[in-house]
C-alpha cells in the first residue's frame, strides 16, 4: 500500500551529534510532510517540502527530497535531549490523505 | 492562536457502547481530517472533510463509525457498538487548504475494556 518507510526504525546517539533519518516512497507524491510525536500523543509539524523542491531548512532541520530516487531525509543537527521522540514522514500521494510509516524512534543521550 | 483541540482527551468505555469523540480545528480551517494511531504504529488516516461535507471516508474501518461536521468547523467521530479492536489514540488535524501542512490535536486515547 502507499506509504512512506522510515528508515533506520531505531537511532541512539549522543547529545551534540547530528542525526539523520531516511524516508522511502513507492509513488509520485505531491508533497511529503515531516513530524515530531513525544510519548505517543500530538503530532508536531516540522517541515513541508514540496513535489518541486529539493531541500528546506527550518532552525536545526534541514530535509531534502529525490523525487527520481522517491526518497526524502530529515538531518537534525547539534542533537540535545529534548529532540528524543519518534519522527515520522508522511507523503500526500493524490488525494488529501497524508500515510504515515511506523516511524524513527531517536534517542538523544545526555 | 490556538491550535486543534480534541475532548475527552482520554475515553474508558465498555464493549458493545457508543462514543463520540470531539474535534475543534483551527479557525478558518476548512480542512479537517481523523486519524487513528495504534501502539507503535504511525498513523492511519480514516476520514477527510472539506467544508461541511466528507470528501473522502475511504478509511474509516467499517460502519460502525461514523463523523459528522455540520456547520464546517468542530467535527464529531461517533463509534457504535465499540469492540476491543477499536483502543486507540484517535487524532484530529486540520488544514488551510487540501494540500496545505496538517495541524495536529493531542488526540483522544480511547480505551474499550
Known amino acids: 500500500s502507499q506509504q512512506g518507510e522510515e528508515d533506520p526504525q531505531a537511532l541512539s546517539i549522543q547529545e551534540g551529534e547530528n542525526a539523520t533519518m531516511n524516508c522511502s516512497y513507492k509513488?509520485?507524491?505531491?508533497?511529503l510532510q515531516w513530524y515530531r510525536q513525544n510519548s505517543g500523543r500530538g503530532l508536531v509539524h516540522l517541515i513541508l517540502?514540496?513535489?518541486?523542491?529539493r531541500e528546506k531548512h527550518s532552525g536545526r532541520l534541514r530535509v531534502t527530497l529525490d523525487t527520481s530516487k522517491k526518497s526524502s531525509s530529515l538531518l537534525i543537527t547539534a542533537s540535545r535531549a529534548a529532540d528524543t521522540a519518534s519522527y515520522f514522514c508522511?507523503?500526500?500521494?493524490?488525494?488529501?490523505?497524508?500515510?504515515f510509516g511506523e516511524g524513527t524512534q531517536l534517542t538523544v543521550n545526555p | 492562536g490556538a491550535g486543534v483541540s480534541q475532548t475527552p482527551s482520554n475515553k474508558v468505555t465498555e464493549k458493545g457502547k457508543y462514543v463520540e469523540l470531539r474535534c475543534d480545528p483551527i479557525?478558518?480551517?476548512?480542512?479537517l481530517y481523523w486519524y487513528r494511531q495504534s501502539l507503535g504504529q504511525g498513523p492511519e488516516f480514516l476520514i477527510y472533510?472539506?467544508?461541511?461535507?466528507?470528501?473522502?471516508d475511504s478509511g474509516l474501518p467499517n460502519d460502525r463509525f461514523f463523523a459528522v461536521r455540520p456547520e464546517g468547523s468542530v467535527s464529531t467521530l461517533k463509534i457504535q457498538r465499540t469492540e476491543r479492536g477499536d483502543s486507540a489514540v484517535y487524532l484530529c488535524?486540520?488544514?488551510?487548504?487540501?494540500?496545505?501542512?496538517?495541524?495536529f490535536g493531542p488526540g483522544t486515547r480511547l480505551l474499550v475494556l
Open positions: 479557525s478558518g480551517h476548512t480542512a
Open positions: 508522511a507523503p500526500r500521494f493524490s488525494g488529501s490523505r497524508l500515510t
Open positions: 488535524a486540520s488544514s488551510s487548504g487540501s494540500e496545505e501542512t496538517q495541524y
Open positions: 517540502i514540496r513535489s518541486n523542491e
Open positions: 509513488t509520485s507524491i505531491n508533497n
Open positions: 472533510f472539506q467544508g461541511t461535507g466528507a470528501a473522502d
